[in-house]
């Protein structure tokens, strides 16, 4: 097993990282998608696969900030809504399948922020999608063994500490 597309990978997007524009995130989706098409055999997937941790932080790149992670899961694994404050992300399907649910904030009368289900739709090994400031998710695991890619634009954990993150675990309303 090789270990050539990570670093193919990584060298590609330093060349094109800068400020979020239509470009950035169509070139970074394409690179996303090629690695994750191109990975399955390589010796750190394996691994990834083996120790099945539910976080792994693969590459951080100081230079530029994106950090790419790897998020191995098990049937049933759920993530609840949640925003990416001032941070953007890609998701990447490398095995399994996940099932991802769209969602828009709304303002009830009384203020207060929900999170409402507009769609939902099924990510398979080889796919992406990307999430933009302010739009609204959330993952379940479909297979055992799944392994999805999440390149994010800065520190997510910062976001989240600075109030920027917003999770909506109890006021949401799903399909």
């Known amino acids: 097993m090789k270990n050539q597309s990570l670093p193919i990978f990584i060298d590609a997007l330093s060349k094109i990282w800068g400020p979020l524009t239509a470009d950035l995130t169509k070139h970074s ?18 691994t990834l696969l083996v120790n099945k941790a539910p976080s792994t932080i693969v590459f951080h790149s100081e230079k530029h900030g994106f950090i790419l992670q ?6 049933g694994d759920y993530s609840a809504p949640h925003d990416h404050g001032n941070g953007w992300v890609l998701y990447a399907t490398v095995t399994g399948a996940v099932e991802m649910g769209v969602f828009h904030q709304v303002v009830q009368p009384d203020g207060t922020l929900t999170a409402v289900q507009k769609d939902k739709y099924q990510q398979r090994p080889g796919q992406c999608h990307v999430y933009l400031p302010g739009d609204i998710h959330d993952t379940t695991a479909l297979q055992n063994g799944t392994l999805m890619l999440r ?5 997510f954990e910062k976001e989240f500490s600075e109030g920027r993150l917003i999770r909506y675990i109890h006021n949401c309303d799903r399909w």
């Open 70 to 75: 790897a998020h191995v899961e098990q049937q």
């Open 151 to 155: 390149l994010t634009s800065c520190d």
């Open 29 to 46: 989706k394409q690179l996303l998608e090629t690695l994750a098409a191109n990975c399955r055999d390589e010796e750190w997937v394996h």
